[in-house]
């Protein structure tokens, strides 16, 4: 049988103290990973993002108020003696294709000019769009 004390010193020795030296090297590893290696790096500013004007972002409310409010009322409400109304409700006799080319060709003999060549087939159909869809 062997003496308590002895094995005392040899679990002290040969366990605890590696352990105990472990963990110490643990402590320190992660110490100094957390003062290296967390170090937040810093980032380049993001680019901010140009809105770039593409061509199919098209705005037909801008484009109306551009070019058609003046005579047909910046509410399309029309303007008595100049220019008739221009909403879903005035323009139900009209087809999509009829009021494109109304708008590309214009009415002969009237104020209405053809928009052709200066407003794109797209640019048309937008505001085709607009004024047959949406109320004012
Ligand atoms: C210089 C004034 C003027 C401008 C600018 C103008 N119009 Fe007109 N527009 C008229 C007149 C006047 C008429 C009525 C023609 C007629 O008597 O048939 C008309 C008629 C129309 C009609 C037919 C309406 C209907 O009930 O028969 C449409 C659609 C139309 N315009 C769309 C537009 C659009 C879209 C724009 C802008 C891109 C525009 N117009 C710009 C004067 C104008």
């Given at each position: 049988m062997k003496s308590g004390k002895s094995e005392r010193f040899s679990f002290y020795s040969f366990t605890l103290l590696p352990v105990v030296f472990?963990?110490?090297?643990?402590v320190g590893g992660l110490f100094l990973i957390?003062?290296?290696?967390a170090q937040p790096t810093p980032t380049p500013p993001?680019?901010?993002?140009t809105p770039?004007?593409?061509p199919t972002a098209i705005d037909a409310a801008k484009l109306f108020a551009t070019n058609c409010a003046v005579c047909h009322g910046e509410k399309r409400q029309g303007i008595s003696g100049l220019a008739p109304a221009l909403t879903p409700t005035s323009l139900t006799k009209l087809s999509d294709?009829?009021?494109?080319?109304t708008i590309l060709k214009?009415?002969?003999?009237?104020?209405?000019?053809?928009?052709?060549?200066r407003l794109s087939s797209e640019e048309i159909d937008a505001l085709v769009q607009l004024?047959?869809?949406t109320s004012p």
């Open positions: 472990l963990a110490a090297l643990l957390s003062c290296t290696g993001a680019p901010t993002p770039a004007p593409t294709a009829e009021v494109g080319s214009g009415r002969s003999n009237t104020a209405m000019a053809g928009f052709e060549g004024i047959k869809r």
